[in-house]
């Protein structure tokens, strides 16, 4: 499972309310006035070269009427503490604090699985003096109390309730809760469908919770049932146009290659890829040169 572009997908989507949870110690009393300006990865690394280091989503927090200075947040999302390297982190706040000519730097780091394993401080130094001390914010999300976040108007929070601790009878609870808020919090039909999916994989229900959570909650089942027929159909009349989009194309290619080995002769295996790999527009301005043409190639040109 890709923990990292789930996370990413969820801080692009919502990254206001992600720092909110991810990061309630430096951005909790961040006003409605800041703007969240994600910072894109092929900025970085065509900016900072081979020293670019790939982490989830650097998030550039700022007011635009200039009431306060601007805040870089770097977040990083690790599954195992293990597997956390506090050296990486910190060579790529370092990295960001110089491209962006900036000392506000908030490191994040978001762990799922446990982060009792990272090392929560680096710190460099010799006999006299301690010439650098790096540590960052932690959101160990599976050691935070659902029951803290169950009627939580911040929508992140409510998606991340399965990954929460709480009670091994209250899995079921925790994961209506999760769809509720989903459902009362997103009105946007497609994000309702993606982040279905997202509390779904995380509370990873097993047959018979699944059969439980149907009895006992006829009305979220009910929801989830309308999105997954509608979100099937959807899917099936995307497939079928794209077929028919395909065999189209496929046809034309067909007749392009008729007319030209009738033309030229015998196509060079090259120049029948060319044309079975092209697209519908590109074999209609090829359809039309083949009238004044002498050769394949100033058809293909």
Known sequence: MNHDQNFKNLILDYPLQALRFFAAEEAAAVDEGARVVPIRQEQLQER???????????????????????VLFALEEESAGRRFSIHRLAHYCLDLAALFDTARVVPVVIFLGGGGAAPAVLTLGGDRHRYLHFRYLACDISRLE??????????????????????????????????????????????????????????????????????????????????????????????????????MQRGEAAVLIRQMERRFGALAPAHRERIEAADAETLLVWSERILTATRPEDVLK
């Open 146 to 247: 659902a029951a803290r976040y169950l009627d939580s108007d911040n929508l992140v929070a409510r998606l991340n309730l399965p990954n929460m601790a709480y009670p091994p009878g209250e899995k079921l609870p925790v994961f209506a809760q999760a769809l509720r808020g989903l459902l009362g919090l997103e009105p946007d039909p497609e994000r309702q469908a993606k982040y279905l999916d997202f509390i779904d994989i995380y509370a990873a229900l097993d047959d018979n919770e699944r059969k439980e959570f149907e009895r006992r909650y006829a009305d979220e089942v009910e929801v989830m049932n309308a999105f997954a027929e509608r979100f099937t159909r959807q899917g099936m009349e995307q497939g079928m146009a794209q077929g028919m989009r395909q065999g």
């Open 48 to 70: 900072l070269g081979e020293r670019f280091r790939e982490l989830d989503v650097p998030l550039l927090l700022e007011w635009p009427d200039g009431r306060r200075e601007a």
